[in-house]
Nanobody
Framework: QVQLAESGGGLVQPGGSLRLSCAAS????????MSWYRQAPGKERELVAQ????????NYADSVKGRFTISRDNAKNTVDLQMNSLKPEDTAVYYC????????????WGKGTLVTVSS
């Protein structure tokens, strides 16, 4: 059974930092591209950052470029999101997403972790 377990969310003041982590199990982690998505209240889920299976390439939403960094450790089956200079508009539930695409597509979502940026 595939599980993606996010952790690290919480309440932080504007300008602060948080590090989210996603621990994966039940899949061959190194074959999956990994992403972080977020969904703010009343808004659609949006892509925040993504990283290729080997970690050689990353991509970020314009709204987080220069502030967020995605990284992965294929030996530990984890993917992290370092978030700096947080803004109130970063408040959302953050989801971990795994995707493998070859002949067919396999994808999985975590349950999410809440990040609240507020003074």
């Amino acid at each position: 059974q595939v599980q993606l377990a996010e952790s690290g969310g919480g309440l932080v003041q504007p300008g602060g930092s948080l590090r989210l982590s996603c621990a994966a199990s039940g899949l061959t982690f190194s074959r999956y591209a990994m992403s972080w998505y977020r969904q703010a209240p009343g808004k659609e889920r949006e892509l925040v950052a993504q990283i290729t299976s080997a970690g050689g390439s990353t991509n970020y939403a314009d709204s987080v470029k220069g502030r967020f960094t995605i990284s992965r450790d294929n030996a530990k089956n984890t993917v992290d999101l370092q978030m700096n200079s947080l803004k109130p508009e970063d408040t959302a539930v953050y989801y971990c997403y795994a995707r493998f695409s070859f002949m067919a597509t396999l994808d999985y979502w975590g349950k999410g972790t809440l990040v609240t940026v507020s003074s």
